[in-house]
């Protein structure tokens, strides 16, 4: 306090302010001859030592209470106070404090309830299963709940709303709300990503900025898996009305050869029974492929998030199949990493992929060959390879081979109980896991399957 900027001038002028009343009436007196010019002297002199004195004791006394209100603001203001130091001064120090002391709780239990309001708030705000994002001024985010920070696979949403969603209708729409008119109800619109998304947004104007600079509340609703439900039911229809009608037509066939003219033939019977037998395997199967393809198609755009090890997901293929490829006098070889390789995936299904590609490598390779699966880590991706000793394929069959009842040779897949669902189920599975499958072949020296997925973190 006593280094503060003026503090002498404005002692100075505490004194002079106090001096001035005897000062007047000193020259009031001098000039009416009833003192002497000593006695004014001595006048102002005994008025300017008490406001000295005064204005010391106030200034102790300010300092002594901006400590005491630092200590108030963290404990109570007579908490730990040495009571000798209490003495009565000028000021009304103890209730002062005591006071501020009382609006201190006060304030500290609205701050409480408010901090709670808040988290509650914030909880809820969190638990919402649609993304919400909440725009400030120029489309700027100011919040985003989980949801929205799941759907956009980032730690917090930060920045202008472009960086996210450039779509021009939502943009649009945002901007029309901006300056004060409804925007539409709802705006559907199609996110581009490793798997299209589909999204219904909804728009809601603060009416007026506020405290915060909170602006619009913009609401997500994916509509992905609705949509990819609705074309499963289209395909399937389509699909398996088109692939069970040769089956079918085969089963009806040889039924009415058995009621009829085969209807005493022995051997007949058991021919026919044979061939319904493999055909109803066939149906069954595939039946299972598509409803299986179905589910993967449903769920593609949503990314698992289990971490995987490669190595256990390979050792149990190569189990579940080795017996196969015994019975086909072919060998399965597996070239593991020393060190365990994971991935960011879904154990089931990646076990579905490498079954398939494994399985077809056995199917269309040569007799007595090798298939062998090479696994490797580069960078941030890990690779496996599923390479046999075949036929191959020709170049001009590689950019269809992952569609849906794609086959080379129809008679031979068929013959080897494919259903030509296979690849297509192996391209959705990978393109879930935000992986890619490559394919390289040469005619006569076999084909090379390479499935690379991203590595998970430590």
């Known amino acids: 306090m006593y280094n503060s900027n003026g503090y002498l001038w404005k002692m100075l002028l505490f004194i002079a302010v106090a001096t001035v009343p005897v000062a007047i009436v000193s020259f009031w007196l001098l000039s009416h001859d009833y003192i002497q010019i000593g006695h004014v002297a001595l006048l102002i002199g005994a008025a300017v030592l008490p406001a000295f004195v005064l204005f010391t004791k106030l200034v102790r006394e300010m300092q002594a209470v901006a400590f005491r209100m630092e200590r108030a603001a963290i404990m109570s203001p007579l908490e730990g106070e040495d009571r000798t130091t209490l003495r009565e001064g000028l000021l009304p120090l103890d209730n002062v404090l005591l006071t501020m002391e009382q609006y201190r709780r006060v304030l500290q239990h609205m701050l409480r309830e408010a901090q709670s309001r808040q988290d509650e708030a914030s909880l809820l705000f969190d638990m919402l299963p649609d993304p919400v ?36 209708a939502l943009l649009k729409a945002v901007d029309t709300a901006y300056e004060g008119k409804e925007p539409d109800s709802r705006i559907e619109f199609t ?21 915060e600079g909170l602006r619009l509340i913009v609401t997500l609703h994916d509509l992905t898996a609705s949509r990819r439900m609705q074309q499963m039911r289209v395909d399937f229809v389509a699909n398996a009305s088109h692939e069970l009608r040769t089956p079918l037509a085969i089963l009806i066939g040889a039924l009415e050869t058995l009621i009829g003219p085969a209807r005493n033939d022995l051997e007949a019977h058991k021919r026919f029974f044979t061939m319904m037998q493999a055909q109803s395997l066939r149906m069954s199967q595939l039946i299972d492929d598509l409803l299986s393809l179905s589910q993967i198609e449903i769920n ?8 995987v090890d490669l190595g256990k997901v390979l050792c149990g293929v190569s189990s579940l199949i080795k017996a196969k490829a015994v019975n086909l006098d072919k060998t399965l070889t597996l070239d593991l990493p020393e060190d365990p390789v994971f991935v960011i995936g879904d154990f089931d299904q990646l076990t579905q992929v490498f079954t398939n590609l494994v399985d077809n490598a056995l199917k269309y390779s040569f007799e007595e060959s090798e298939v062998k699966v090479e696994v490797s880590a580069n960078g941030r991706e890990a690779s496996v390879a599923v390479i046999d000793e075949g036929e191959g394929i020709a170049e001009e069959h590689l950019s269809r081979l992952t569609e849906r009842f794609y086959r080379v040779d129809s008679d031979r897949s068929r013959k080897l109980g ?41």
Request: aromatic share 4%; hydrophobic share 35%.
């Open 300 to 307: 593609e755009h949503s990314r698992p998030s289990a971490r």
């Open 133 to 168: 994002l909440v725009l400030g001024n120029k489309r700027r985010i100011r919040r985003s709940n989980d949801a929205a920070n799941q759907f956009f696979d980032v730690q917090e949403m930060e920045g202008d709303l472009t960086r996210f969603i450039r779509h021009p």
């Open 191 to 211: 996110i581009s990503d490793v798997v299209p998304r589909h999204v219904a947004a909804y728009i809601v104007n603060l009416k007026g900025e506020s405290s």
């Open 418 to 458: 494919g259903t030509g669902l296979g690849l297509a189920i192996v391209k959705h599975i990978v393109s879930r896991h935000r992986g890619h499958l490559e394919i390289d072949s040469n005619v006569g020296k076999g084909s090379r399957f390479t499935v690379r997925l991203p590595l998970s973190a430590e």
